[in-house]
């Protein structure tokens, strides 16, 4: 199993940044694809950004492209979601999770690991 910590959300304003953190402990994590979800009040949880095990391919939700990166150290175990251009919209609980099925995926049902995650506001 693979055990993930999310760390780095807060409070912002509209137009502001914050970069989130996934900690990664457990199974061989540097193999495995990382994503990262959100989750609004009331909303089903959306796909935001994932990144395959050397980087080498990325995909984003469309409702965030060109404002967020995603990125990963595997020497640190750690993936990384730079947030900038924020938006009351973008209020949400993030998590982080990997998939040891190889490929890259939107999809809830292709990530096997979760974390707890971590909440964003958002404020105008």
């Known amino acids: 199993q693979v055990q993930l910590v999310e760390s780095g959300g807060g409070l912002v304003q509209a137009g502001g940044s914050l970069r989130l953190s996934c900690a990664a402990s457990g199974r061989t994590v540097s193999v495995y694809t990382m994503g990262w979800f959100r989750q609004a009040p009331g909303k089903e949880r959306e796909f935001v950004a994932a990144?395959?095990?050397?980087?080498?391919?990325?995909l984003y939700g469309s409702s965030i492209l060109g404002r967020f990166t995603i990125s990963r150290d595997n020497a640190k175990n750690t993936g990384y979601l730079q947030m900038n251009s924020l938006k009351r919209e973008d209020t949400a609980v993030y998590y982080c999770?990997?998939?040891?099925?190889?490929?890259?995926?939107?999809?809830?049902?292709?990530?096997?690991?979760w974390g707890r995650g971590t909440q964003v506001t958002v404020s105008s």
């Open positions: 990144i395959t095990w050397n980087g080498g391919d990325r």
């Open positions: 999770a990997t998939s040891a099925t190889g490929g890259i995926s939107s999809a809830r049902n292709r990530y096997d690991s």
